[in-house]
Each structure stands twice: as structure tokens, then as C-alpha cells.
Nanobody, 125 residues
Framework: QLQLVESGGGLVQPGGSLRLSCAAS????????IGWFRQAPGKEREGVSC????????NYADSVKGRFTISRDNAKNTVHLQMNSLKPEDTAVYYC??????????????????WGQGTQVTVSS
């Protein structure tokens, strides 16, 4: 059974940075694609970034390109989302998700089988 645990959320001022982490157990990162999604109050969940199962492919939503970076730490079986130049509109609950069903690619739509519990990110002065 694959499990995902997010951490790293919090309150940050506009222009600040946070690094989210998604620790996976039950699967190795080489065998799963990982996606980061977010959902703000009253809005639909949106894909933010993703990383393919072999780490060779990444995708970013237009709204975060140039500000967010997804990476992996194979030794810790953890995926990170480095978020810089944060804006109030980045405020949301952030979720990581995983699937073994995408090989060598990843997508920013709901094609993921396993989800974490979410971590709150609030960007406010």
C-alpha cells in the first residue's frame, strides 16, 4: 500500500519561500509518477507540478513556472516542491499524489491513485 505524507506548509509573506515535501512509502520513486496539486477555498483543485517515474520529465502550471521547482531525493524516497516568490494567490491546501500507472511521463490532471492528507500554505502579509 502506497502512502504519502506532506509537510512544510505554513504562513509566509508575499515574496517569500517555502519548501514542501512528500514522503512516499510502499513504492520507490523510480516506479511512480508524483504530482502536486492545490485547492483554494471555493475553487477547483488544480495541478501545480509533476515529476515522472524516472525523473526525466517535469511539468508546471503556467501560474507557477519560473517560481516553483519540483525535485526528488531518492535516498529519502521524498519529492520536494520549492516555492519561491510566493503570491497571495498561491494560498491553498497543497496535496501530493502518486500513481504507478504513468511510465516516463506525468500529467497535471487527476490521473493519480494515491493522495496525501494535504498541507496548508498561506501567503499573507
Amino acid at each position: 500500500q502506497l502512502q504519502l505524507v506532506e509537510s512544510g506548509g505554513g504562513l509566509v509573506q508575499p515574496g517569500g519561500s517555502l519548501r514542501l515535501s512528500c514522503a512516499a512509502s510502499g513504492f520507490t520513486l523510480d516506479s511512480i509518477a508524483i504530482g502536486w496539486f492545490r485547492q483554494a477555498p471555493g475553487k477547483e483543485r488544480e495541478g501545480v507540478s509533476c515529476l515522472s517515474s524516472r525523473g526525466g520529465s517535469t511539468n508546471y502550471a503556467d501560474s507557477v513556472k519560473g517560481r516553483f521547482t519540483i525535485s526528488r531525493d531518492n535516498a529519502k524516497n521524498t519529492v520536494h516542491l520549492q516555492m519561491n516568490s510566493l503570491k497571495p494567490e498561491d494560498t491553498a491546501v497543497y496535496y501530493c499524489a502518486a500513481t504507478p500507472g504513468l511510465i516516463g511521463l506525468c500529467v497535471l490532471r487527476n490521473a493519480y491513485d494515491y493522495w496525501g492528507q494535504g498541507t496548508q500554505v498561506t501567503v499573507s502579509s
